[in-house]
């Protein structure tokens, strides 16, 4: 092997993990990330990816691999800058490793982010809820799993990794009034349960199968569930919702959609942003303003604050080539001549 192999390793093992204190879903992210990078660089190169030095890993090189990304993998803009942010990441570990590497990590820093759209949010109406929250059977133990996942997903409005990431003792299991999230960037937040919720919860823990996963969320096999397990479930009680609310069916329905939903009504029944903020644990206002975009609310309110200027009455004269035209249309056909 090369001296890459090594340098990438002690980052994704150590730097990452260790000195970082990066999540295990960035340090996978990561990886992924150059196995992609490296697969790709193999069949430029006609090498081995073990025989790849780092030498070779030079800015075309990366330029080539992310629109390699973006037109033969389909990638969006937001993943190709996700691996290139990655990439960056590595070189500034190498920066003071190997200096032989110094001007060509700076040439990879100078490529470019590329600009994203900035979409509106996609999330459901109530009825559109309430039929995908109706959707799991509750007479099986995966059904009353299913049931309990959609309904915190929803109410604490989760991501999908701190959903299938949440452990045992992370709940009240007394009370079940409250549960204990530790979100994005290690930022941890407690939140009340409605009693729906919390009964919803209680039914599976009833039911969960004797395991040593400490994830509160196991699948058939007794483990922890896990994120492809979610989407999974997820896209199958959206089928079986759709039956009721056809709606539901063009709308693409995520995990992270479950998110939105949540800040959505939140927003619609507090018509406060910062709570909604506090609720999803976002570190700054500017990541909840993208609610205010969607929610027609606010809007409506300021066009009803409002006075539409008037408009001043007139009536439409044709010119007289039209009359003419319409006049000659409008008369019968005279046989006779």
């Known amino acids: 092997m090369t001296a890459l192999a090594p340098y990438l390793s002690s980052f994704l093992r150590e730097h990452l993990p260790k000195e970082r204190r990066a999540s295990q879903h960035t340090c996978e992210a990561y990886a992924q990330s150059f196995q992609l990078l490296l697969q790709f660089a193999a069949g430029r190169l006609k090498l081995k990816p073990s025989k790849i030095e780092i030498e070779r890993l030079d800015a075309p090189l990366i330029l080539a691999f992310l629109e390699h990304l973006e037109k033969q993998r389909g990638n969006s803009a937001r993943t190709r800058n996700a691996r290139l942010a990655a990439i960056n990441s590595f070189f500034r570990y190498l920066e003071y490793r190997v200096p032989s590497c110094l001007d060509q990590s700076r040439r990879i820093h100078a490529i470019p982010m590329k600009k994203t759209d900035q979409a509106l949010v996609g999330y ?3 009825d559109e809820l ?32 701190e959903l299938v990431g949440l452990r045992l003792d992370q ?18 937040r407690v939140l009340p349960l409605w009693k729906e919720t919390a009964a919803a919860v209680k ?10 996963a400490p994830e509160l969320f ?26 009721k609310a056809p709606s539901i069916a063009g709308k693409g329905v995520s995990p992270h959609v479950l998110r939105h939903t949540c800040a959505m009504h939140t927003l619609q029944a507090t018509r406060d942003v910062r709570k909604v903020s506090l609720w999803l644990g976002h570190a700054s ?23 539409a200027p008037m408009l001043t009455p007139g009536r439409f004269r044709a010119p007289d080539k039209l009359l003419a035209m319409l006049n000659a249309a409008g008369r019968k056909p005279n046989y006779a001549e």
């Open 124 to 126: 459901l109406t109530r």
């Open 285 to 307: 206002l500017q990541s909840t303003e993208v609610y205010l975009r969607a929610d027609p609310t606010e809007k409506l309110e300021a066009l009803a604050a409002m006075s």
């Open 171 to 188: 709940i009240d299991r007394q009370t079940m009034s409250s549960v204990h999230i530790i979100g994005k960037g290690r930022r941890e």
């Open 130 to 161: 309430q039929a995908l929250l109706d959707a799991p059977d509750a007479s099986t133990v995966s059904g009353i799993r299913d049931r309990a996942m959609l309904h915190l997903a929803f109410a604490a409005g989760m991501r999908v990794s």
């Open 203 to 212: 039914a599976w823990l009833k039911v969960r199968p004797v395991s040593d």
């Open 218 to 243: 196991c699948n058939a096999r007794a483990q922890a569930m896990t994120r492809s397990g979610f989407e999974y479930i997820l896209s199958k009680h959206v089928a079986t919702a759709a039956r």
